[in-house]
């Protein structure tokens, strides 16, 4: 999964969930971006995004592994 889908996909869950999202592509690092859900931040690279790269994201972020599902 590339890192536009993955942002997508998350957006849609905070949606359906009532959840704060926020997306910050420009304060990372490089090509890094910042994604923020309920006050949880983490830095989210670019390019493609393994299944445990992303299984990280999401208990960084507090979410369960099936959110994107």
Known sequence: MKRPKFVRLLKQFCRRTGRSFSSDL??????HARVTVN???TTVKAGELTPAYVALLLK?????????D
């Open 60 to 68: 960084q972020l507090g979410l369960p592994r099936d959110a994107l």
């Open 39 to 41: 006050g949880k931040t």
């Open 26 to 31: 420009t304060s990372g690092k490089g090509s």
